[in-house]
């Protein structure tokens, strides 16, 4: 007669958990100055998602042609010969998300560093997977590295364009003074989760 039942219901705090997805080209046209200036871009980031959320993890994926999840020292300090794939790092950034980091318990924030090279018949590819990408990211951008010194033919700037969402950004770094003026644009297209 007194009999009552209750289930429990669980708690989500959407501002608890944040998993930061560091993207990098790594074929042989990014050599040690363009790795640094990306390094020091993934620290500001890492330091910012800190200071919001109680628990945050990093994910280090590396491309060229294909793309594998590697340790922070691999990813900064290993290099390939080959070409590059773009699509292959998004890809592989989803297929991350979907099997550990749920879009409704992790606050997504993804960055990619590349110098602008692409083979030209991936180039749809990557866009498609990065508009992917944007659906589950509360912020994912584009960084293009290229030193004032350094040689370059190919440009994946003009292509981005074509994805139009409030939180994807893309931002361009020539020298380590373009680093914080890059970073406050990028957090400038942050969203909240809803």
């Excluded at 708690?11 to 990098?24: G, P, Y």
């Excluded at 010969?81 to 924030?109: D, F, V």
């Excluded at 018949?121 to 990557?126: F, G, L, Y």
Aim: one cysteine or more.
């Amino acid at each position: 007669d007194d009999l009552r039942y209750s289930r429990v219901k669980p708690d989500i705090k959407h501002h608890s958990n944040a998993v930061i997805f560091c993207i990098m080209d790594t074929s042989g046209s990014m050599d040690m100055t363009k790795k640094y200036l990306a390094r020091s871009f993934y620290f500001l980031l890492y330091r910012f998602v800190l200071t919001r959320y109680q628990n945050v993890e990093v994910v280090f994926i590396s491309h060229h042609t294909e793309a594998k999840e590697v340790t922070e020292e691999e990813f900064f300090h290993r290099g390939e010969s080959c070409g590059t794939k773009i699509s292959s790092g998004y890809k592989k950034a989803l297929e991350i998300i979907e099997s550990r980091y749920h879009p409704t318990l992790w606050n997504i924030y993804a960055f990619h560093c590349s110098d602008g090279d692409n083979f030209d018949d991936d180039n749809k590819e990557a866009i498609r997977q990065a508009e992917e990408l944007v659906k589950v990211a509360n912020l994912f951008g584009y960084g293009e590295i290229k030193p004032f010194s350094a040689y370059s033919w190919s440009s994946m700037m003009e292509l981005y364009k074509q994805i139009q969402a409030d939180n994807f950004v893309t931002i361009q770094i020539h020298e380590k003074q373009d680093l914080w003026p890059a970073f406050r644009a990028f957090l400038s297209k942050e969203r909240e989760r809803q």
